[in-house]
């Protein structure tokens, strides 16, 4: 294993036509694939469950466990799974004697991902020894911003005079101050020309937009939000949005700021940090979240946090999937002669939710407990014991919105026991009697996937 305290040496790979290997498809790995796209590798994805833009993006992708014959003919790895499969990864390709890029766990990794730059044909590489990803990503925003536009007409005369130079003879410690001429040469004739980049109808200034990707379907997104993102020059999404989604940003750099129960996260800090550094770069910024901004999704404070930093903000709310979710089942949250109001909580701090529901009248509204799924034993157990009837209807939601949608619906007394087929599934828990209304009001959820698959 690589000790962080040893120089990491720099090296740019060409994989075109060499296999790499990733290992998980989920947000993660959508976004390192994203990453080799443009490569040439001869990829191949072997994961159990794929998330919707590794699924799209038309790769092989064996949906299974990895085995370590995976790594048979591979040239470079990618270890983004859960941790106990990353572990195994980089064990067999330590052994192999293959490099591999190991997610959130820099001692056993050998290669490390670093921010990149491509402009023209030049590209720059930040790394933090895997340390901080997230201080990798400001730093390469900052580079970026130097940068010039257009650096392909420097290329082509860089490269001509270096062959000009070598069949001249001429020393090496004379090319680079000639070359810095020529290049001023280049620029000041663009300039004179009025081939300077056209100035933005915007102000200067960066702006942030705080975006709610809504559940999941890419067509419940607004249609400010599709137009906020196709204007984007950076994207920092959530673990939960779509790769559907992240399409419509189609210029901007995309970085993955997701967070997920229990595993290692970009901290909320380091978050309100990159939206104020890439604004004062003049960089129109989308934070896009699933579901609604302001509901469970902490775009209050990042709001609160760019105000105070003086950046121009705005918001741009998301169907959040606390009515989403049983909208697409056929839950109505409210129903006349069975519920005149509902409650939406989190379930995932049960310091914040227990005096709520302690507070509730049993049946009296309709629950909705987002993020509740691995806390429904306790939530269930509190409800009883606080005199809900057992027989009250229950539902789970999972991936609501999506192709892997799934739906269970029961009593309040069953939800503990309830079967799921994904138990990281994000999910929706709503309690009441309008539960009872999910067979009668809907059929399958139509969402843009299903449609497809039906059409003629």
């Known amino acids: 294993m690589t000790d962080r305290a040893e120089a990491l040496h720099p090296q740019f790979l060409k994989l075109g036509g060499r296999r790499v290997v990733v290992v998980g498809a989920g947000p993660v790995a959508a976004a390192k694939l994203r990453q080799l ?13 794929v998330h919707p833009e590794v699924a799209a993006a038309g790769l092989r992708v064996e949906r299974r466990p990895f085995r370590p014959e995976d790594l048979d003919g591979a040239w470079f790895a990618v270890a983004a799974a859960p941790p106990e499969v990353n572990r195994a990864v980089a064990a067999e390709a330590e052994r192999r004697r293959i490099f591999v890029n190991a997610v959130d766990d820099p001692e056993r990794a050998s ?41 392909e007409p420097w290329a082509e005369r860089a490269d001509a005079l270096r062959a000009r130079w070598r069949a001249e003879r001429v020393p090496m410690e004379h090319r680079r101050p000639q070359l810095l001429d020529a290049l001023n040469e280049l620029y000041a004739a663009r300039e004179g020309a009025g081939a300077a980049a056209p100035p933005r109808a915007s102000s200067p200034r960066g702006f942030v937009s705080l ?10 997104l607004t249609v400010k939000a599709v137009k906020r993102l196709q204007e984007a020059d950076l994207v920092l999404y959530d673990a939960l949005v779509s790769g559907e989604a992240l399409a419509h940003a189609r210029r901007a750099h995309c970085f993955f700021v997701g967070k997920r129960a229990g595993r290692p996260s970009v901290k909320q800090e380091t ?13 129109r910024v989308v934070r896009l979240k699933a579901g609604d901004p302001f509901v469970f999704g902490r775009g209050g404070e990042e709001a609160l946090a760019l105000a105070e930093a003086g950046i121009p903000h ?9 009515l989403a979710a049983p909208a697409l089942a056929g839950i109505p949250v409210t129903h006349r002669g069975l ?8 379930g995932h701090a049960e310091a914040a939710y227990r005096p709520v529901l302690q507070a509730l009248p049993p049946g009296a509204t309709t629950l909705v407990v987002l993020m509740g799924l691995g806390t429904r034993t306790p939530i269930a157990d509190l409800l009883l014991g606080a005199g809900w009837d057992p027989s009250t209807p229950a539902a789970i939601l999972l991936a609501a919105g999506t ?19 994904d138990a990281h599934a994000p999910g929706t828990l709503v309690i009441g009697q309008v539960v009872s209304l999910a067979n009668a009001a809907t059929t399958a959820p139509a969402t843009s996937a299903a449609r497809a698959a039906a059409a003629p």
């Open 339 to 346: 519920a005149t109001g509902f409650t939406v909580v989190s």
């Open 314 to 322: 705005e918001v741009v709310p998301g169907l959040s999937s606390a």
């Open 211 to 220: 975006v709610g990707a809504g559940p999941g379907d890419p067509e419940l």
């Open 271 to 283: 978050i309100h940090r990159m939206l104020i550094q890439a604004a004062r770069l003049g960089k």
């Open 111 to 151: 290669s490390y991902a670093g921010g990149v730059v491509r402009r023209g044909p030049a590209t720059v590489a930040i790394s933090t020894a895997g340390r901080a990803p997230a201080l990798a990503g400001l730093l390469r925003e900052g580079i970026e911003a130097l940068l010039p536009e257009q650096l």
């Open 403 to 421: 192709p892997q949608a799934h739906a269970w619906t029961g009593t309040l007394a069953e939800v503990s026991g309830a079967p799921l087929p």
């Open 37 to 49: 796209a443009g490569t040439g590798a001869d990829l191949l994805v072997v994961a159990p469950e």
